[in-house]
């Protein structure tokens, strides 16, 4: 081997390895502000086919290896629990490009606005928002450019006994109509506020996409 090949070879290996670490970091920063705010994360080795398996780190890593260097060097995340949001919170999900589960709890400060900051999550498959987020029809808009999204949850809807929970109405489930990867919603508590003439479209528009009220 020439001397011109063994420090091409370095320099790759010493590229590559300086992206992973700098990746690692960056996804590192964004976790531990989500782990302030009361959340927190799961990685790609701790799931397997989307439920937890209660793995503490990757079966093939070597233990004092990854005590040494952490968990983000190991894995990405792809799943966020977010608790007591507000809208700016979601900027710390900006990173973290490869998440697959978002659920955002306990967040009455969290708004239409908030949704916004979900657009450069395009792995997003599952998305769940708790029943005192100040949600509308209106930011649902929001959620039409993520292309992987298959299935929704409003954990509860507005009513008397509930005035700042999700307002998601007839509109709002047109809108949701129009995310061709939607293949769920689920109103956990029931949605009083969409007619059944508007359930009876959107069921004959998208006959694959199922809603649970």
């Not at 996804?27 to 080795?45: C, H, K, L, P, T």
């Not at 989307?50 to 990757?58: D, F, L």
């Amino acid at each position: 081997m020439s001397v011109r090949v063994l420090m091409g070879l370095v320099l790759l290996i010493g590229g590559c390895w300086g992206w992973l670490i700098n990746s690692a970091r960056i996804q590192r920063e964004a976790v531990e502000e989500i782990e302030r705010s009361n959340g927190f994360v799961r990685y790609d080795w701790q799931e397997t086919n989307g439920a937890h398996n209660g793995a503490v780190k990757p079966g093939w890593a070597p233990s004092w290896l990854f005590d040494r260097l952490g968990p983000d060097v190991f894995g990405t995340v792809v799943s966020v629990h977010l608790n007591g949001a507000a809208d700016d919170d979601l900027r710390l999900l900006a990173p973290l490009r490869r998440v697959k589960t978002l659920s955002i709890f306990t967040g009455p400060r969290f708004s239409d606005e908030g949704l916004r900051h979900l657009g450069g999550l395009d792995r997003l498959e599952v998305l769940s928002l708790s029943d005192d987020l100040a949600i509308r029809d209106a930011g649902l808009e929001h959620l039409k450019g993520l292309p992987r999204l298959r299935e929704i949850t409003f954990g509860g809807a507005r009513g008397p006994s509930r005035p700042e929970a999700p307002d998601i109405g007839d509109a709002g489930l047109e809108t949701l109509g129009t995310i061709r990867s939607l293949r769920k919603v689920h109103f956990l508590a029931g949605n009083p506020t969409i007619s059944d003439d508007a359930l009876e479209r959107l069921r004959e528009r998208r006959p694959e996409l199922v809603v649970v009220r």
